[in-house]
């Protein structure tokens, strides 16, 4: 049996190494290494992909989301509604920009943002709400733009660990990061829709918020050297772009890949009581950037797989209001409990069926001792 890997980009590799190594080689040959013609082939059939108006490529998730807020010409002491369980991403880039995050209680058995939490959580000064679609599966967005558009209040799709996902709106199926005002997503490599380094993207279907953030990402100019507004440095590389282009083929097969390898753990733990396998809301489909468990004896029972050759990982230990530098007060009784029981499995497009049942056959060895 190979090695368990969390994440295995090199055997997902093997099988399109061609057609990447081809792309690589040609953006070297033409040296366009910066805005070269991939970078906008790549926006365009991400586009299609997306059924989405415009993308915006940058550099990295993290400034898809703070090129999002800017473009909403937020002010110093707005505030911005998050769930409390997420990547420290979200949360930074609004403490950035002098905003305040509003953190709120996630769902116990989604993890996903908790719809009631928000409403109770604005104020007159919130400008924003950026749901996470976590682990793969997305937040309610019906629900959310129910309470953002009559006030006003601006939607940004934290997408980073949920593309080529589904969400079931008003009726009928759309990919996510498409219902808000803006999406953001993150082509980390191990991400689902991952390149070979950095990269990142935002989605609209609003003209004048799509050219307001092409141009905070070019320096705040949309002439060369005219600069309108303070921006940001943040593109996409060419190579990168060239890449994606290859992988997002093969997109919605990574995630049924990832559907079928999370069926066989669901149905591998059936009997196993002392763990509470992923839920699926109905809105949404899941696309398991991340299988996260709900365990007992978390943290001896991520020390006994490790000691099997088995890695595992905790997303998240710590909630964003237990943070040092995001320390808030305020209960989230929810957050706290999953920081202290999750517990997710190696998952990817390779994952083996005698790994998975070496997997599930060590939790049960833990749990019979
Ligand atoms: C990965 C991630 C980000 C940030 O993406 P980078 O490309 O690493 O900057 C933001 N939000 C969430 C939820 C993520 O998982």
């Known amino acids: 049996m190979d090695k ?7 055997n997902q590799y093997k099988h399109i190494k061609p057609a990447v190594d081809d792309a690589i080689q040609d953006v070297i040959n033409s040296s366009a290494f910066i805005n070269g013609p991939q970078v906008k ?11 989405c108006k415009h993308v915006i490529p940058c550099a990295n998730g993290t400034d898809a989301l703070q090129i999002a807020l800017m473009a909403l010409k937020v002010q110093p002491g707005d505030e911005v509604i998050l769930p409390d369980f997420t990547f420290i991403a979200t949360a930074e880039v609004i403490a950035l920009l002098g905003l305040k ?5 996630v769902d116990p ?29 997305c937040a309610n967005m019906d629900e959310i733009m129910k309470i953002a558009v009559p006030r006003g209040i601006a939607v940004i799709e934290d997408n980073a660990q949920a593309i080529g996902s589904d969400i079931l709106s008003n009726g009928t199926w759309k990919k996510s990061g498409t219902i808000g005002h803006i999406g953001c997503t993150s082509f980390f490599p ?9 990269g990142g993207a935002l989605f609209t279907n609003d003209d004048k918020l799509a050219e307001e953030m092409a141009c905070i990402a070019n320096h705040g100019a949309k002439v060369k050297y005219y600069h309108e507004q303070v921006g940001m440095n943040s593109r996409l590389d060419t190579i990168q772009a060239a890449i994606l282009q290859v992988k997002l083929k093969h997109l919605d097969t990574y995630c049924e890949a990832r559907r079928e390898a999370a069926k066989r753990y669901d149905t591998l733990l059936q009997d196993v009581n002392q763990v509470k396998i992923p839920c699926r809301v109905s809105h949404s489909t899941h696309v398991f950037h991340q299988y996260t468990l709900k365990v007992e004896n978390r943290d001896d029972l991520k020390t006994y797989l490790a000691s099997k050759a088995i890695p595992s990982m905790i997303y998240y230990p710590v909630g964003m209001h237990n943070q040092k530098a995001y320390k808030t007060s305020g209960k989230f009784k929810v957050s706290d409990e999953l920081c202290r029981t999750v517990l997710s499995l190696p998952m990817h497009t390779e994952l083996r069926i005698e790994q998975q049942e070496y997997i599930i056959d060590t939790i049960k060895e833990f749990y019979r001792s």
Not at 101 to 105: G, K, R
Not at 190 to 198: A, E, H, I, P
Request: charged fraction near 25%.
């Open 4 to 10: 368990i890997q969390m994440v295995d980009l090199h």
């Open 41 to 51: 082939s790549f926006k365009s059939d991400l586009e299609k992909y997306l059924g």
């Open 101 to 105: 995050p509003v953190f709120v209680d």
């Open 190 to 198: 191990s991400k689902n829709l991952g390149c070979y380094g950095d």
């Open 109 to 137: 058995d989604s993890f996903l943002v908790d719809i009631e939490q928000i409403e109770s959580a604005l104020s007159s000064k919130t400008k924003a709400i950026i749901p996470v679609h976590l682990y793969g599966q």
